[in-house]
T-cell receptor, first 118, second 113 residues
Framework: AQSVTQLDSQVPVFEEAPVELRCNYS??????LFWYVQYPNQGLQLLLK??????LVKGINGFEAEFNKSQTSFHLRKPSVHISDTAEYFC????????????????FGQGTILTVHP | DAGITQSPRHKVTETGTPVTLRCHQT?????MYWYRQDPGHGLRLIHY???????DKGEVSDGYSVSRSKTEDFLLTLESATSSQTSVYFC????????????FGPGTRLTVL
């Protein structure tokens, strides 16, 4: 089984400041990693994902994340945030397909609400 | 948005009544999922389907059943709704090809009084 911990439930930040949203995971098997964003009263939208290759992954809207296998982390960063980045962000994991199918099932963290103040 | 729609988008119902939520997709994806979203819990998997008439339980399946009689529709039923089932429900599909990603519907907000 996998589990995901998002270390901050809320992150307030001023516009144009950098931000890091932290995500740690626990798994006995290798995993793929995802970050989703949910704007108010909307569904979830994929920000970025790590499946293989470079551990630094770039996503939409200027976000990036780095997969650190030794620390089992996948922190999300943006060098300069905008008011429009105010949303809830979810980290998720899925076991890789090695050794059998995962059926695509995701395990989510609890979510981090990012609030960007002017 | 991967062609996913959910209906209804909002519903208010009484405790003890049956409720069915519908998820419809237009792109012939094999895998479909139902999640519930609650503050402080993120999204939790209720049930999933890996083909027509092939379904299995997720981590919070008690009080819920599902059916999938055709590829495009995945139904979630609350046989006898309880206040603890007040939540936002999301349907998702897994695009297992090159994208290898889950895509989500717009959600259904259910209130059980």
């Amino acid at each position: 089984a996998q589990s995901v911990t998002q270390l901050d439930s809320q992150v307030p930040v001023f516009e144009e400041a950098p931000v890091e949203l932290r995500c740690n995971y626990s798994s006995s098997v290798s995993v793929y990693l995802f970050w989703y964003v949910q704007y108010p009263n909307q569904g979830l939208q994929l920000l970025l994902k790590y499946l293989s290759g470079s551990t630094l992954v770039k996503g939409i809207n200027g976000f990036e994340a780095e997969f650190n296998k030794s620390q089992t982390s996948f922190h999300l960063r943006k060098p300069s945030v905008h008011i429009s980045d105010t949303a809830e962000y979810f980290c998720a994991v899925r076991r890789t397909n090695a050794g059998g199918t995962s059926y695509g099932k995701l395990t989510f963290g609890q979510g981090t609400i990012l609030t960007v103040h002017p | 948005d991967a062609g996913i729609t959910q209906s209804p988008r909002h519903k208010v119902t009484e405790t003890g009544t049956p409720v069915t939520l519908r998820c419809h997709q237009t792109e012939n994806h094999r895998y479909m999922y139902w999640y519930r979203q609650d503050p402080g819990h993120g999204l939790r998997l209720i049930h999933y389907s890996y083909g027509v008439k092939d379904t299995d339980k997720g981590e919070v399946s008690d009080g819920y059943s599902v059916s999938r009689s055709k590829t495009e529709d995945f139904l979630l039923t609350l046989e006898s709704a309880t206040s603890s089932q007040t939540s936002v429900y999301f349907c998702a599909i897994w695009s297992s090809g090159v994208a290898d990603t889950q895509y989500f519907g717009p959600g259904t907000r259910l209130t059980v009084l």
